[in-house]
Structure formats: C-alpha cells, structure tokens
C-alpha cells in the first residue's frame, strides 16, 4: 500500500512538473512583437536616432501599434495606438506600471527614492500618497496662490514692454520655473533660485546621456575606462543638491522651532510638508489618512527621499506646463482665427472693464478646449516611458519581465482612426459631445498618462496653463514679429525629457484692455 502511494506521489509530482516545463517552454515559443531585424549582440542598437516620438511614429506606420525592438541586450515594446494603450494602462496596468531607470537616474534620485522612478509597489504607493494628499492637492493653497502671484508678474512683465518683439518662449519658462521653486522652497528663496536652475540643468543631460552599461551590461567596463568623467559629473551633481537641499531643510528645522516655540502659523512650502514625515525626530504629522492600514506605523523619510521628492517635482511641473504655455500661444498666432475665437469668448464671459478671476474659468469653454487640442498635438512628454514587472503577452505577443514599454502619447494623439483630420489645430473638435477628455479613461488621448503611474499634478498643471493662457489672452493683443507671417512660424519640436519647441517663440504684444493692468 505504502508503495503505491510513493509512485503516486511520484507519478503526480513529475506529471506537474512536465505540466509547468510544457508551460513554460510554450510562453517562451511566443514570438515576440514584429519590429525591425537588428544584428547580433547589439540588436537594433544603430537605430538610436530613430528613437524619437517621430521616429518611433515612423516605425509603427511600418509594423503596427505594438513594435519589439532590441537594443544590445534590453527589450523595447513601443505602443503606439489607443488600443494597444489600453492594454498596458489598464487591461494588464499592474504588470506594465513599472518604471526604467538608467544608472545616471538611479544615482541622481538615490537609488530611485522619489515616486517618479519608483517601481510599482507598497513604497511607491505610500510616496504617491504623500504626494497627492500633502503637495499637490486642490487643498493646499499655497501652490494654487504662488501660480496667480507669479502669472501677475508675468504680466507685469509683459506689460512693462507693449509695442516690443520678446522672447514669449524663454518668459513663460522663467514664469513655471518660479512657480515651482516657490512651491518647493517658500517665497522668501530668491536668492538660490540660479543656482537650482544650474543643478537641474546638469541633472537634465546627465538623464538623459548615453551610457552602453544600460544596454550591454558586460560592456560597463568599457564605460569606466573612457567615461570616468560621467561617473565624476553625477557625483558632483548630486553633492551639489545635497549641499543645497540640506542646508534648506536645516533651515526649514530651524524655522519650524522658532515658529512651534512662538506659536506661528507659517506659510507652508513642499519642504514643510514633506518635514512631517522626516525621520530625524519630526514634529507633528500623524496624518492617520497616510497611515498604509491602522496597524503600520506612518511611512518616515530620510533626507534623500525629500531631496528626490523635490526633483520630481521640479522636472514633473516645470517644462511639461512651460511647454504647453507655449504651444498653445505659438498654434494661435499660427491660426488668427482660432486666437480671435478665444479672445471673443474673454470679451463675453469677462468683459474688457476688468481682468479675469479664477471663477471665470469654468465658463472659458473654448479656452478649455484650446488647451485640450494643443496637449493632443504636443503632449509634453511625448512618450511614457513604463517598464514590465513579470513576463506578459499582448495579442499572442510575448513580453519579457524587464520590457521598456514605450508609449508614444505623441503618435495616438494623431492616430487616423481616432481622431478626424489628425494633423490641423481644431480646438472645436472637443465642443462635440462626446469628445475624448485627457482624465485618464479615454485612451486616445493620453497626454497625462493614465492608469497607476498618471500625472498626480494634472489639476495644478492644468490651473497654471488655463490661468496663464487666459490673463496673456485677455490683457494682450498678440502678432509676429517683423511682419512675418503665420504659415512662417517655424513649429519644429526638439525630443528630450519633453518636446518643447525648437525655436523660441518670439512675439509682440499689445495693450487690450479698458482698465488699468494693475
Ligand atoms: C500640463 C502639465 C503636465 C503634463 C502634460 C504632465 C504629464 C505627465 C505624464 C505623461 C506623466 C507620466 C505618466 C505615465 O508614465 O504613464 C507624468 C508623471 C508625473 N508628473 Fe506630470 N505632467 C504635468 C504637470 C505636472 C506637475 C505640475 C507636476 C508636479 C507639480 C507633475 C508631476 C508628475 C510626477 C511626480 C509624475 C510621476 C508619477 C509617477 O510615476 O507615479 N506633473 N506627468
């Protein structure tokens, strides 16, 4: 008896194990996605120039909306169709909502202690709380006032040189930059704010250089032979953003005692909200809505998540709002017609007598819609860039764990099937009912992402270009420079992090209104 029960054991046991072996080996005989041949150990790697949203636009014409590329080692899965987004940001969006991170992007955020690079799981769950209850919430005032405060300085600006060709591009750049570091850092950090700007910027290429270890890992000691230089700028990139966000938090503890020791209420900034959680004997903060369940204590930071928190929000809320500030003005003075539709609504809905206030807003329909047809043409960042956590199939498809999956929000929002006339600015095309909106579930229009890894600074980042847009439309009449004309405007983007333009937007503004600007 007890023989026969062993080789049943046995029989079973091995019965499952072919089972799991056969299973295995079919997932394994899944093609892969159809994509271009590449060569022997560096696969598609001389098509590295051809990874740009156009590029990769080009490339699905030819294999389709799911295409597999090979570079050295790594897979790419590029999607460029609203079904296919659908797949990786909703059907299957645990198994795709990872994120990929070079060596340059895992050193400069700490070995990824920000949410932005954060893989999915329970501590970027707890980081993207955090974010959106403590920085980025309607309710926190103090980032909704620094964008009103900056945009009137803007215009202030603006206004300071009516008559005058300026670079419109390079002030709405400064106007987000000012609105982030003061988020960020409180009103009374001017004086560090070039210096930030610098770090950024070295933080910015370093991102985004060329490194062969990401693609060919056994060849990363070529790379410590001819680039100890690349090694050199990320080390001293980051001691300079421990060196200035150290001293700022220091600060933010001193001023924390004086203000608990006098019962001041301050104003608050990102660094004060974030201090609650900093494990070096924080003050206050026992938010029980951050607590993961009753039973776990509430999450604590170190210096390195507030320093990595803060970049987040500095690249997430700065070029991304700048760069569709500026589409949106350059398309209206490319089309005279839509800008005289928008600035008639303003006539309407405002008036000339006075300037527009927040509760305007909801009644600016065709600004509304303004901004939705420049984020279909030029989503700011142009390709969502997701990584797989386990091996997957799309459409009998395989996808090994450890894909990047590349997004192209650039091509869906241009997809013929999807969108009539795809190429031409028609911010009408949303007054239809029924238009796709940009809050996640309708998956031809994608420039906020949707799903887990969505943009949590949609809202702010909407509020700041509605309000900006609304004020330079209102207070100003706008034209080209030199006498040139529309169809001239050069409407090139560059592709990097975002895909601002090429060129600056350069115009000419004049007074509009009836009553003083200020
Ligand atoms: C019009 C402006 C903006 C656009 C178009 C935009 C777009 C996006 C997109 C496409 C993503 C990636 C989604 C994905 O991977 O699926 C993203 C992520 C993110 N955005 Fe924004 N964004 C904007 C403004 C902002 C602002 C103002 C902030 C902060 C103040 C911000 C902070 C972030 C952060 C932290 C993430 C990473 C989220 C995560 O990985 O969980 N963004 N944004």
């Known amino acids: 008896m007890e023989i026969f029960q062993s080789s049943t054991t046995i029989f079973l046991f091995f019965s499952v194990l072919i089972f799991?072996?056969?299973?295995?080996?079919?997932?394994?005989?899944?093609?892969?996605?159809?994509?271009?041949?590449?060569?022997?150990?560096?696969?598609?790697?001389?098509?590295?120039?051809?990874?740009?949203?156009r590029g990769l636009d080009n490339l699905s014409r030819q294999y389709g909306g799911l295409v597999h590329l090979q570079m050295g080692s790594l897979h790419i899965v590029v999607i460029s169709t609203p079904q296919m987004a659908r797949e990786v940001l909703q059907a299957q969006d645990s198994a795709f909502a990872n994120r990929p991170a070079n060596v340059a992007i895992s050193y400069l955020t700490y070995d990824r202690a920000d949410m932005a690079f954060a893989n999915y799981g329970p501590f970027w769950r707890q980081m993207r709380k955090i974010?959106?209850?403590?920085?980025?919430?309607?309710?926190?005032?103090?980032?909704?006032?620094?964008?009103?405060e900056e945009v009137e300085e803007t215009v202030r600006t603006i206004g300071s040189s009516v008559g005058s060709a300026m670079n419109l591009g390079e002030l709405i750049f400064a106007l987000t930059r000012r609105i982030t570091f003061k988020a960020a850092?409180?009103?009374?950090?001017?004086?560090?704010?070039?210096?930030?700007?610098?770090?950024?910027?070295?933080?910015?290429?370093?991102?985004?250089?060329?490194?062969?270890?990401?693609?060919?890992?056994?060849?990363?000691?070529?790379?410590?032979?001819?680039?100890?230089?690349?090694?050199?700028?990320?080390?001293?990139?980051?001691?300079?953003?421990?060196?200035?966000?150290?001293?700022?938090?220091?600060?933010?503890?001193?001023k924390r005692r004086i203000g608990i020791d006098n019962n001041v209420d301050a104003e608050k900034d990102m660094v004060d909200e974030l201090m609650d959680f900093l494990n070096e004997g924080s003050v206050g903060g026992d938010d029980d809505s951050l607590r993961p369940n009753n039973s776990q204590s509430i999450l604590k930071l170190t210096r390195d998540h507030i320093k990595a928190l803060i970049m987040d929000v500095m690249f997430g809320g700065t070029e991304t709002v700048a760069s569709v500030i500026e589409w949106i003005m350059a398309e209206l003075l490319k089309s005279p017609m839509e800008l005289h539709k928008a600035q008639q609504e303003l006539v309407d809905v405002v008036g000339?007598?006075?300037?527009?206030?927040?509760?305007?807003?909801?009644?600016?329909?065709?600004?509304?819609?303004?901004?939705?047809?420049?984020?279909?043409?030029?989503?700011?960042?142009?390709?969502?860039?997701?990584?797989?956590?386990?091996?997957?199939?799309?459409?009998?498809?395989?996808?090994?764990?450890?894909?990047?999956?590349?997004?192209?929000?650039?091509?869906?929002?241009?997809?013929?099937?999807?969108?009539?006339?795809p190429e031409t600015f028609n911010p009408s095309r949303f007054l239809n009912e029924g238009a796709p909106d940009f809050k996640?579930?309708?998956?031809?229009?994608?420039?906020?992402?949707?799903g887990r890894r969505s943009c949590p600074g949609m809202q702010l980042g909407v509020y700041t270009v509605e309000i900006a847009v609304a004020h330079f439309l209102h207070c100003f009449n706008w034209e080209l420079p030199n006498g040139m004309k529309p169809n001239e405007l050069d409407m090139n983007d560059v592709f990097g992090l975002t895909a601002p333009r090429a060129v600056q937007l350069v115009a000419v503004p004049t007074y509009r209104l009836k009553c003083p600007l200020y």
């Open 20 to 53: 799991v072996v056969f299973l295995f080996r079919l997932r394994r005989k899944l093609p892969y996605p159809p994509g271009p041949n590449g060569l022997p150990i560096i696969g598609n790697m001389l098509m590295m120039d051809q990874l740009t949203h």
């Open 131 to 148: 974010c959106v209850i403590r920085l980025f919430s309607r309710k926190r005032a103090e980032s909704w006032a620094s964008v009103r």
């Open 185 to 254: 850092f409180g009103a009374s950090l001017n004086e560090g704010e070039e210096e930030f700007m610098g770090i950024l910027q070295e933080f910015s290429k370093l991102f985004g250089a060329f490194n062969i270890a990401d693609f060919i890992p056994w060849l990363g000691w070529l790379q410590h032979l001819h680039a100890q230089d690349f090694h050199k700028r990320l080390v001293n990139a980051r001691n300079s953003l421990d060196v200035f966000i150290d001293k700022i938090i220091d600060d933010h503890i001193n």
């Open 352 to 421: 000339l007598d006075r300037r527009v206030n927040e509760s305007d807003l909801e009644k600016l329909t065709f600004l509304k819609c303004v901004v939705k047809e420049a984020l279909r043409l030029h989503p700011p960042i142009p390709i969502l860039l997701h990584e797989t956590a386990e091996d997957s199939v799309i459409e009998g498809y395989a996808i090994p764990k450890g894909t990047r999956v590349w997004i192209n929000a650039w091509s869906i929002g241009r997809d013929k099937s999807a969108w009539g006339d």
């Open 440 to 450: 996640g579930s309708d998956f031809e229009f994608v420039p906020f992402g949707s």
